[in-house]
């Protein structure tokens, strides 16, 4: 079955401190990955997106970048976190369903 | 260039009674249209999809939309709500080529009432 894995679940990180995020997709190959960014009471906002290895496109400028090493494993990662950067990440695929979500990660900074 | 705007950022209907949530949506070519919804702290679950075929679409939990092109709308629509309905729900678009970006609304909270 195809399946996404995104973690951790929750994460408190002080602002200037490091920033990698996780995501993996089981089931399926070369997949268009996805990342977006749920900030309170703004919608989801894409991030980035890939459509293979080492194939990433920015769609907003920010803090953060994007790394997709292997087919199925899509990293979101950032040098310096700012205060700005907290909210809920979400991962995704294109699925023939339609996207496919992970089960967010909870970023806040302090 | 696509866009989805979304009427309400928050609505509230009594248990039983009908849900409406509107969705508007931009697009320059023949778009495909979703409906998701979250749960608190959870990732999306997709409910219904258009893509083409009949624009009445059935959903999971009872939901349903409607696409009509002369309107640019893909509202959706309950019947009856149900507690656990209780969500924040998302309208989104995607382009039926290219890269298949998913440009979603701002989503709209839906408190039900006993």
């Known amino acids: 079955s195809q399946t996404i894995h995104q973690w951790p679940a929750t994460l408190v990180q002080p602002v200037g401190s490091p920033l990698s995020l996780e995501c993996t997709v089981e089931?399926?190959?070369?997949?268009?990955l996805y990342w977006y960014r749920q900030a309170a009471g703004r919608g989801l906002q894409l991030l980035f997106y890939s459509v293979g290895i080492g194939q990433i496109s920015s769609e907003v400028p920010q803090n953060l970048s994007a790394s997709r090493p292997q087919d199925r494993q899509f990293i979101l990662s950032s040098k310096k976190l700012l205060l700005s950067d907290s909210g809920f990440y979400l991962c995704?695929?294109?699925?023939?369903?339609?996207?496919?979500f992970g089960s967010g990660t909870r970023l806040t900074v302090v | 260039a696509q866009s989805v705007t979304q009427l309400g950022s928050h609505v509230s209907v009594s248990e039983g009674a009908l849900v409406l949530l509107r969705c508007n949506y931009s697009s320059s070519v023949p778009p495909y249209l979703f409906w998701y919804v979250q749960y608190p702290n959870q990732g999306l679950q997709l409910l219904l999809k258009?893509?083409?075929?009949?624009?009445l679409v059935k959903g999971i939990n009872g939901f349903e939309a409607e696409f009509k092109k002369s309107e640019t709308s893909f509202h959706l629509t309950k019947p009856s709500a149900h507690m656990s309905d209780a969500a924040e729900y998302f309208c989104a678009v995607r382009s039926n080529f290219g890269n298949e970006k998913l440009t979603f609304g701002t989503g709209t909270r839906l408190t039900i009432i006993p």
């Open positions: 089931g399926t190959s070369n997949p268009n």
């Open positions: 995704a695929w294109n699925s023939a369903e339609g996207y496919t």
């Open positions: 258009y893509t083409t075929g009949a624009t």
